[in-house]
């Protein structure tokens, strides 16, 4: 299955968790769009994780999204690294029940209140 739409439809999951107030995600994109002047506009942080999700209490988690076969570039390890030395976890996931499987682990380990 193409990593776009594997994206998608983690997308459409945490789009609906954070309706239901349980979470809330941002979509990382990295990259540059060219001028009508020939210069670029650059965007995103390269290596960033596919998504930053933050949890009740305090939670915060990155995904990286890979087909299965897809593995992470060099930056991207490199980016890894530094957000799992500051201590925030970062998974590698290939599909939505696997999203789903680390939300629910995180959500029934997190005691909180939403109103």
Known sequence: M???L???AI???LAYQENLKK???QKNN???L????GSWIRFGKAGAPDFIVWLP???CICIEVKNETGKLSVIQKEFKDKITKLGYEYFIVRSVDEVEVIINK???LTPYNVK
């Open 106 to 108: 995180i959500l029934l």
């Open 11 to 13: 997308e459409q999951y």
């Open 30 to 32: 990295s990259g540059a």
């Open 57 to 59: 209490n305090g939670k």
């Open 2 to 4: 193409k990593e776009s």
């Open 34 to 37: 060219p001028t009508a002047r």
């Open 6 to 8: 594997i994206q998608t």
């Open 23 to 25: 979470l809330c995600f």
